[in-house]
């Protein structure tokens, strides 16, 4: 069964495949290659752009989205096995999920982690659990990695540098008054280091370092994609030259769960926000953030409302780059002259990754 959980396995061909689609989405966006079929929408968090992109996607491509949040208007939901479910739970996930691939072609998930104990949450156990029961494509809408966001993010910069290859990409830390989930900032390395940028990873201290998985297999695929990864610490250096500026907010591993000594460890590095005097440093640099951003914490009201701020492009385009994932995961794709898919959502010559 072909999911989409995260975009490690995929190829940069493969991945490109579905960027281009989406670029003669925004050209074409109403359309019946999904006239039929339905998603399931599982949030067990909030959401904005996620929520109103897959359901809005949906329909544009005939589709049917139906949305559920477990524990509000859903049943509350067990993910873990051979679990004595006395708590809250009253559905284990392997019912919800064979239940849902008997109704519905897809079914979608956003799962935060606990931000209790990271050697639990680095394993993503909640969505694996979900794709082990399920008999339809999963999709990640945000765990630990956020691989839809990753789509949108490099549909955006190539929709303004052109080729990525060797253009400078700087991932930089920003103080925000709680310790935030590293998904984003995850998956921003992963897919910059597959189209060969060359990254700088800005953080305040090596306290901010991402998980090494993430840090060694960005590493691996700069090296293979012929760009690079660099860390620092000094703002000027990070700054100066760069060709894309995105910006996150993420909590130290360090203090993982424990949110008062990260609180303190954050404190100092207010300064880290993106300001129009750090921007000036670049070379005409774009910037962009995932949203949703508070203006004044990440980045400054001048730069969130300069020419130079493409956040709402990236958000126009997850709707884009989401439908040209689901057209390709559910081998929907008519599109004339594109590759043909066959069920697994893979080009006919290549077997697409599992995960």
């Not at 980045?299 to 780059?321: I, K, S």
């Amino acid at each position: 069964m072909q999911h989409f959980l995260t975009t490690e396995h995929y190829r940069r061909e493969q991945l490109q495949q579905m960027l281009d689609l989406a670029a003669q989405l925004r050209q074409t966006p109403v359309r019946n290659d999904l006239a039929g079929r339905s998603i399931a929408l599982l949030f067990l968090n909030p959401s904005l752009r996620t929520r109103a992109s897959f359901e809005i996607g949906a329909f544009q491509l005939g589709a049917h989205a139906v949305v559920l949040e477990p524990g509000k208007g859903a049943w509350g939901i067990e993910f873990a096995p051979g679990v004595v479910m006395d708590g809250d739970a009253e559905e284990h996930i392997a019912e919800v999920a064979g239940v849902l691939s008997r109704y519905c072609d897809a079914i979608a998930l956003r799962a935060f982690p606990q931000f209790l104990d990271w050697s639990e949450d680095r394993q993503d156990k909640v969505i694996r659990a979900l794709a082990a029961h399920a008999s339809v494509p999963v999709i990640n809408m945000e765990t630990i990695v956020h691989p839809c966001q990753e789509l949108a993010m490099m549909r955006t910069i190539q929709d303004h540098l052109g080729v990525p290859d060797q253009r400078k990409f700087v991932l930089t830390w920003t103080w925000h008054p709680r310790g935030l989930n590293t998904a984003v900032a995850n998956s921003a390395l992963l897919m910059a280091s597959k189209f060969g940028m060359d990254i700088t990873l800005l953080i305040p201290e090596q306290a901010y370092l991402l998980d090494e998985h993430y840090m060694d297999t960005a590493s691996s695929q700069a090296a293979a994609s012929g760009g690079s990864l660099s860390v620092t610490t000094d703002i000027h250096e990070a700054y100066r030259d760069a060709d894309w500026v995105y910006a996150k907010s993420w909590g130290a591993l360090s203090c993982y769960g424990q949110s008062q000594a990260e609180a303190a460890l954050r404190e100092p590095y207010r300064h880290f926000i993106v300001d129009e005097e750090k921007m000036a440093l670049t070379h005409q640099a774009r910037f962009s953030h995932c949203l949703p951003l508070r203006r004044n914490i990440k980045a400054t009201d001048a730069v969130m409302d300069a020419d130079y701020c493409v956040a709402l492009d990236e958000a126009e385009n997850r709707l884009h780059t989401q439908k040209a994932m689901l057209l390709q995961l559910l081998a929907a794709n008519a599109l004339p002259g594109a590759a043909q898919m066959n069920a697994s959502g893979a080009a006919t010559s290549d077997r697409e990754p599992s995960v």
